[in-house]
């Protein structure tokens, strides 16, 4: 059973930065792709960055400029740098990896952004 831990969050100020991991129980070469997802409070769950096996990457409109995603394969590790954070950018971030079959989630890391 394919395992994702995410750490990193916590309370930051608007203008603020936190960087997410998350680790796999298993080298991230097995999967097409990894992601970042968010959902805030009485929101749907909805996509904010994605990083494929050949390390191409994508991001939600509202995050393009301000984060970037990343991964360090020797760590099995992909990473989320957040810098100019919104009080909208509040929510639970989860970690997301896929292969062909199926989806693997984390069980998601707190973000708020408050002064």
């Known amino acids: 059973q394919v395992q994702l831990v995410e750490s990193g969050g916590g309370l930051v100020q608007p203008g603020g930065s936190l960087r997410l991991s998350c680790t796999a129980s298993e080298n991230i070469f097995n999967f097409n792709a990894m992601a970042w997802y968010r959902q805030a409070p009485g929101k749907e769950r909805e996509f904010v960055a994605h990083i494929t096996v050949g390390s191409s990457t994508n991001y939600a409109g509202s995050v393009k400029g301000r984060f970037t995603i990343s991964r360090d394969n020797a760590e099995n590790t992909v990473y989320l740098q957040m810098n100019s954070l919104k009080p909208e950018d509040t929510a639970v971030y989860y970690c997301?990896?896929?292969?062909?079959?199926?989806?693997?989630w984390g069980q998601g890391t707190q973000v708020t952004v408050s002064s």
């Open positions: 997301n990896a896929r292969t062909l079959q199926r989806h693997y």
